[in-house]
């Protein structure tokens, strides 16, 4: 042999890798999208990928879902920590167990 093989690889971005979505929509609809990808010189394909990506631009601002992605972060912070401690006191003889996370939900605003 010559010489050795590079082995590297770039650190894995899950937006490189694409999958596959099922979508049901009226036929209306696939009308519409398929209207705004020809004048848009786009395909079906790019046409729902714009969308999307737009779709997903729009949210992170709006006020609500900011709120909400909050309260589920809370969330998943308090189930992963019982599941941590959860695995500890299975496995680790004598390790500490972490302290519960306390962030309390946003309180919701009543509706008018």
């Known amino acids: 042999m010559s010489g050795a093989v590079d082995t590297t690889r770039p650190p894995y971005n899950p937006d490189d890798e694409e999958i596959r979505l099922s979508v049901p929509m009226t036929v209306g609809q696939r009308a519409q999208l398929e209207i ?4 848009n010189d786009r395909t079906l394909t790019k046409e729902v990928q714009e969308g999307l990506s737009f779709w997903i631009a729009h949210s992170k601002d709006d006020p609500k879902v900011l709120q ?5 972060r809370a969330q998943i912070d308090r189930e992963a920590a019982t599941k941590r401690d959860a695995l500890s006191s299975i496995f680790d003889t004598g390790a500490a167990v972490s302290k519960p996370v306390t962030t309390a939900a946003p309180k919701k605003e009543a509706s008018k």
Do not use: H, T
């Open 68 to 72: 909400r992605a909050a309260e589920v």
């Open 36 to 39: 705004l990808a020809k004048v």
